[in-house]
């Protein structure tokens, strides 16, 4: 049951990240191209600084994590969201 949540945990750090950079990145009509790259660099930091606080929370909270299973199921859920802009439609 550990290794499960343990896997949820890992994933879930990735998916809330990209929400966060998807809010910022969403709500802003950009005037210039300064602009523009001064919103993708905020959300981006925000982005990481996303992901190191919930690593954080959960390594230091979450007594019976399963580190084999939550690093995993994060590395690959990394993998898969940066793969995705390789696909075109």
Do not use: C, N
């Not at 990240?17 to 910022?24: D, K, L, Q």
């Not at 969403?26 to 600084?49: C, F, P, Q, Y």
């Not at 690959?76 to 969201?81: G, H, K, L, R, S």
């Amino acid at each position: 049951m550990h290794s499960a949540v343990s896997a949820l945990l890992g994933g879930l750090i990735v998916i809330t990240a990209g929400s966060v950079y998807a809010i910022m990145i969403s709500g802003r009509g950009a005037r210039s191209a300064g602009e523009t790259i001064r919103t993708l660099v905020r959300a981006e930091a925000s982005k990481i600084a996303v992901i190191v606080l919930q690593l954080w929370l959960v390594l230091t909270t979450y007594h019976d994590v399963v580190p084999t299973f939550f690093l995993a199921a994060f590395f690959i859920a990394v993998m898969t969201f940066s793969m995705a802009l390789l696909v075109r439609e």
